[in-house]
């Protein structure tokens, strides 16, 4: 179960409590899919997580501001555990960062990190998103089991 988001001082939305959090891509969609721009976005993640267990990736982490109490997030950031992927089978727009990540901004909605990489702050992408980026202050994550996801169940939403 996702936990409630809390208020953070300092930071401008509610976030999730820190840790990792474990979540199906159902309550990712009833609890922050609610209204159509970020609807558009859900339908983008859900592409990309289905695209990302077809290369055998079993583990997602979902952050950013979709996963904030932010109304209108830009898009939403997303790291993936590079062990067990079959590369050939790996879409290349997860590996293309050039230009802001335009690429996968334009195919998914969101950008896209394996979760090992330096996100240029000398932290791996995985610690990076568990920090909030306005105070500095711990929060949550969300931890996504590809392998265990019912993709068929999840259909995309109406805009």
């Given at each position: 179960m996702i936990?409630?988001?809390?208020?953070?001082?300092?930071?401008?939305?509610?976030?999730?409590?820190?840790?990792?959090?474990?979540?199906?891509?159902?309550e990712v969609r009833e609890c922050f899919a609610i209204n159509p721009h970020r609807r558009d976005l859900f339908n983008g993640l859900m592409r990309a997580a289905k695209t990302l267990a077809e290369a055998n990736v079993q583990y997602m982490y979902l952050d950013g501001s979709f996963v904030t109490g932010k109304p209108i997030p830009g898009d939403y950031d997303a790291c993936w555990d590079h062990r067990?992927?079959?590369?050939?089978?790996?879409?290349?727009?997860?590996?293309?960062?050039?230009?802001?990540?335009?690429?996968?901004?334009?195919?998914?909605?969101?950008?896209?990190?394996?979760?090992?990489?330096?996100?240029?702050?000398?932290?791996?992408?995985?610690?990076?998103?568990?920090?909030?980026?306005?105070?500095?202050?711990?929060?949550?994550?969300?931890?996504i089991d590809l392998k265990s996801e019912s993709f068929e169940s999840i259909k995309e939403m109406q805009i």
């Open positions: 936990p409630s988001l809390k208020e953070l001082s300092g930071a401008p939305w509610k976030v999730l409590p820190p840790g990792v959090h474990p979540a199906w891509l159902a067990g992927v079959i590369h050939n089978l790996l879409d290349p727009v997860f590996l293309d960062f050039d230009n802001k990540r335009a690429n996968q901004k334009a195919k998914y909605k969101g950008e896209f990190f394996p979760f090992h990489i330096d996100a240029g702050t000398g932290q791996a992408f995985i610690d990076f998103f568990q920090t909030e980026t306005f105070t500095g202050q711990k929060k949550g994550i969300l931890l």
